[in-house]
């Protein structure tokens, strides 16, 4: 199942403007994918063709990064026919904290996220998994921006699409004096 990108514009999940992401980068093109994830029919479209895009990992259970990633997550576990409380990672003071509920030892776990960028948070991630005794079935995107994230496992995303993102010393709508837009 394919996701035609007017899709996500029709939600208003595609904004243009100033914006700093997470990541601390800057870009004139903000995917504002909590819109998305709070339609539930368009959120059931994008778990199962994320589910067509796993379909060929084995995995135990989910492990969803931040409040996209959790959302994502959420909205995964209907059609995979996991019992919430799934695993929820949350930066904090740097680091990836992963929310346990139950121990993560000998699990495979999808990873999800909803918008990768640098890359910087899903390489936490799956360190984090890692070091917490948990094996990598895959990491799935809604949205893949990056220039290509050197993992050691699986990445696969809805949609893969080159949006320009600079550091801020490099930005040319800060050089310009376009002030940040509101998210």
Avoid: N
Avoid at 158 to 176: D, F, N, Q, S, V
Wanted: aromatic share 10%; charged share 20%; hydrophobic share 45%.
């Amino acid at each position: 199942m394919t996701i035609a990108i007017s899709t996500f514009k029709k939600l208003g999940v595609i904004r243009t403007g100033h914006f700093r992401l997470h990541s601390g980068w800057h870009t004139a093109e903000f995917w504002d994918l909590e819109r998305a994830f709070s339609d539930y029919e368009f959120s059931k479209k994008l778990a199962h063709a994320a589910a067509e895009l796993c379909a060929p990992w084995e995995f135990d259970t989910l492990a969803g990064i931040g409040r996209g990633g959790g959302m994502f997550a959420a909205a995964l576990a209907a059609p995979y026919g996991f019992h919430l409380p799934f695993y929820l990672m949350t930066e904090v003071g740097g680091s990836l904290l992963i929310h346990r509920g139950r121990p993560m030892t000998g699990k495979r776990l999808l990873v999800v996220d909803d918008v990768v960028t640098t890359g910087a948070s899903l390489t936490s991630a799956v360190r984090a998994v890692r070091e917490a005794g948990g094996e990598i079935a895959g990491c799935l995107l809604v949205l893949d921006r990056s220039e290509g994230v050197a993992l050691d496992c699986p990445l696969v995303a809805i949609i893969k699409k080159t949006i320009l993102a600079w550091r801020p010393e490099t930005c040319p709508l800060c050089k310009g004096g376009q002030p940040f837009t509101v998210k």
